[in-house]
């Protein structure tokens, strides 16, 4: 499948872009360089000198343009070569590609597609670190594999019973497989899918059982947005205190509420980063001990999904012509798909 190009992609975690240092990012397979003016914005080139083809990340940040450091060709933000050595005015041919970009949420998106055709409306709402109403500690990680692995993974929480019965399942039975039984939602959107899951009277998050108990009503619900981002909210509420079990129920009523957004980005068909905050609401009891633990946990269970994902792309790769048998818990991932066909085929 071809990556949807008209959308923005996270490059990065705002903090990882510091002034002065040029960074190398590959994205669907464009080799990318990010760095900032003297201003603070981000800038966007492609990662190749359109001389003789050299990276200019490795190259040096002036003001606000990048010199390539092989033959000394300086670009300005739009991608214009504005000093050649040795002439009075470089040609229009000397420039290179510039991307859209947007510093928001904590964090920089990049538009890979036709620069003209970018609509900063077409980012969702994705709630970084920065936000005030959840304490959340940022990551990233890169996996060897196709973003489809991880997209897929992530749109059928099922195999939280399976692949996270050390980590979220503490190695109960019952714990996990509360996430295979629970009553599941599936849902449409513009662009993207709505999964809501209530996991009634099922074993409380270890976290959490301090506040409510060792049983509670669990309530999670996740909207998977092309091109990759991943923005869930859980909660966990008294046994039987909430008469009805809808997409929205009153957060108000719950004893423990807990946000993550996440990204998914191609940098080659091979190559995946992902990107992930997640924390408790700030007002809620223990938001400090829970900031840890929520992130503890899930730096564990992301090892867990990385180690199968890896080894399920090399036994894919091993007889790429084997096609997958699918089944009920599914359901998402190939609404997903549908949708994802439904903007390529519009781009
Ligand atoms: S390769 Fe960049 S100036 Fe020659
Ligand atoms: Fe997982």
């Not at 920065?130 to 749109?155: F, K, S, V």
Request: proline letters at 8%.
């Amino acid at each position: 499948m071809p990556y949807l190009r008209q959308a923005w992609y996270m490059a990065a975690w705002s903090r990882d872009v510091a002034a002065g240092t040029p960074l190398a990012i590959t994205m669907l397979d464009e080799p990318l360089v990010l760095y900032r003016r003297t201003d603070g914005a981000p800038v966007v080139l492609e990662d190749r000198c359109c001389h003789r083809l050299a990276p200019l990340s490795l190259g040096r940040v002036e003001g606000d343009d990048i010199r390539c450091l092989y033959h000394g060709l300086k670009f300005a933000p739009d991608g214009a070569c504005c000093e050649m050595p040795g002439a009075s005015r470089p040609p229009r041919a000397m420039k290179v590609r510039a991307f859209p970009v947007i510093e928001r949420y904590s964090a920089i998106f990049v538009w890979m597609g036709d620069a003209e055709r970018a609509d900063a409306s077409l980012l969702p709402d994705f709630v970084g670190v920065e936000d005030p109403r959840w304490r959340m500690l940022p990551g990233r990680m890169e996996y060897e594999a196709d973003y489809t692995l991880i997209q897929d993974n992530l749109l059928d929480l099922s195999h939280v019973a399976w692949v996270h019965r050390n980590s979220f399942g503490r190695g109960e039975a019952e714990r996990s497989r509360a996430w295979a039984e629970g009553e599941l939602s599936i849902r449409e959107l513009a662009r993207g899918v709505r999964v809501t899951r209530w996991m009634p009277d099922s074993p409380t998050p270890l976290p959490q059982v301090p506040m409510v108990g060792p049983r509670c009503d669990r309530w999670s619900s996740f909207d998977y947005l092309a091109p990759g981002f991943f923005l869930m909210r859980g909660a966990v509420f008294p046994v039987g205190s909430v008469p009805e079990r809808g997409e929205d129920p009153p957060m108000d009523a719950a004893v423990s509420r807990s946000f993550t957004a996440q990204a998914v980005t191609p940098l080659t068909r091979r190559r995946t980063a992902y990107y992930f905050c997640f924390g408790p609401a700030v007002e809620d009891p223990g938001a400090e001990r829970l900031q840890h633990a929520f992130r503890d946990l899930a730096l564990m269970a992301f090892e867990e999904d990385k180690t199968l994902i890896e080894r399920q792309q090399q036994v894919i790769d091993a007889d790429p012509s084997r096609k997958m048998v699918l089944f009920d818990v599914d359901r998402a991932p190939s609404l997903y798909r549908k949708v994802l066909e439904r903007l390529r085929a519009s781009e």
